[in-house]
C-alpha cells in the first residue's frame, strides 16, 4: 500500500500547500507518491495511480469539481479527505452543503484540522467518524540556511536587533471581509505600532505579505507603512517566503485576522518559542493570548500586558 499526497505544493506558499508539501516529505521514506495541482498533467498522473487499487489518497483541497473527479473514478473508497477550513464555505448553500456531505460519505476518512469545524457536520446530519489531525508538521532544519539566503538585508538586521521589542505579523494580501474591514488586520497593526511609538516605546515589526500589490492598498495605509518603514519601526517581507526561522529570534506574533482556520504560523510561532497574540475569532491553540476581536482597546491592553510594557496602559 502506498500513500500518495494529493494537493497544492509551493508556489504558493500558505497554510494547507506548505501542509502538503511537509506531510509529502515526511511520507517519502515509506514510499509515499505525489500529485500535484500546480502540475498541468496531475490527472493524467491521477489517472495512472488509479490502476493501483492499493493506493490510498490523502486529498488536501476544497475544490467540488476535484471531489467529483474522485467520485467518478471511484477513488472515494480510498480517499482520505483532510478539511483545512474548506467546509465553511459549503455551508453557506444549502445545494452545496448536501453536495459536498452527498461525496463525503463516500469517503474512507474525514480529518479536520480543528476540532470546531467537528460541529458543522454534525449539525448537518453527518454521522461518521471525524478525526483531527494537526495541520502543523515541524519544518525541516535543512532548508533554515537556504530559506535565510532568500532574505533582504533589512529582515536579517530585523532577527539580529536585540535593542527592541520585536513584533512579527503577516499577510497573504490586502484583502476586505464581508463587513469591509481588511481580513488579516494591517489597518490595526498600523494603529497599534503608532500608539507604541507615540508613546516612546522600543518596538521594530515584520509584516509579511504573500503579495503586496499597491493597487490594491489605500493611499492612508500606504502612507503610514511608507512613514513608519523611514522611521525604522516597520519591517516589510514581500513574496514567497516561508516565515519560521524569524518566529526563533522574534518576541510575539500577532494575528489579527477576522476569521481563521488552524492557523499554521500560529502554531509555528508556539513551536518556536515566540509568544502569540491572536483574534478570539476562533478557537486558538493552548498558549496563545487571545483579546477580543473588533475591541482595539483589548488588543492593546493585552499587547502591553503580555509584552511587560505596562507602563503604557
Avoid at 508539501?21 to 498541468?40: S, T
Avoid at 498522473?45 to 487499487?53: E, H, I, N, P, Q
Avoid at 473514478?73 to 448553500?93: C, E, I, M, Q
Avoid at 497573504?172 to 516605546?201: A, P, Q
Wanted: aromatic residues 14%; contains cysteine.
Amino acid at each position: 500500500m502506498h500513500k500518495v499526497i494529493v494537493g497544492r505544493f509551493p508556489p504558493p506558499l500558505g497554510g494547507v500547500s506548505v501542509f502538503v508539501k511537509r506531510k509529502y516529505e515526511l511520507l517519502q521514506g515509506e514510499g509515499a507518491k505525489c500529485i500535484d495541482f500546480n502540475d498541468k498533467f496531475w490527472l493524467f498522473k491521477l489517472l495512472t495511480f488509479s490502476v493501483d487499487r492499493g493506493n490510498i489518497y490523502l486529498l488536501n483541497t476544497g475544490s467540488l469539481v476535484i471531489l467529483l473527479i474522485f467520485m467518478f473514478l471511484g477513488l472515494l473508497p480510498r480517499t482520505v479527505f483532510y478539511d483545512h477550513n474548506a467546509s465553511r464555505k459549503f455551508w453557506l448553500s444549502l445545494f452545496y452543503s448536501r453536495l459536498f456531505l452527498y461525496i463525503i460519505r463516500r469517503a474512507r476518512e474525514l480529518k479536520v484540522v480543528h476540532a470546531h469545524l467537528i460541529s458543522g457536520y454534525r449539525i448537518r446530519g453527518y454521522v461518521g467518524q471525524i478525526s483531527i489531525e494537526s495541520p502543523f508538521i515541524p519544518p525541516s532544519e535543512v532548508h533554515r540556511e537556504s530559506i535565510l539566503m532568500s532574505y533582504p538585508e533589512s529582515v536579517l538586521n530585523f532577527m539580529s536587533d536585540k535593542s527592541c521589542i520585536k513584533i512579527v505579523s503577516s499577510a497573504w494580501r490586502y484583502n476586505l471581509d464581508s463587513e469591509g474591514v481588511d481580513i488579516y488586520g494591517i489597518s490595526v497593526l498600523l494603529k497599534l505600532l503608532y500608539d507604541l511609538k507615540d508613546r516612546g516605546e522600543s518596538v521594530r515589526c515584520l509584516l509579511a505579505f504573500g503579495v503586496f500589490n499597491y493597487e490594491d492598498m489605500p493611499d492612508d495605509m500606504l502612507n503610514q507603512i511608507e512613514a513608519l518603514k523611514i522611521e525604522g519601526v516597520l519591517v516589510l517581507l514581500t513574496g514567497q517566503k516561508e516565515l519560521w526561522p524569524i518566529f526563533s529570534c522574534a518576541d510575539i506574533f500577532l494575528r489579527l485576522t477576522s476569521t481563521d482556520g488552524e492557523s499554521v504560523t500560529v502554531l509555528e510561532s508556539l513551536y518556536y518559542g515566540c509568544s502569540v497574540l491572536a483574534s478570539n475569532v476562533v478557537p486558538r491553540p493552548q498558549g496563545v493570548v487571545t483579546y477580543q476581536y473588533g475591541n482595539y482597546n483589548d488588543l492593546f491592553r493585552n499587547f502591553c500586558i503580555h509584552s511587560g510594557l505596562t507602563n503604557s496602559l
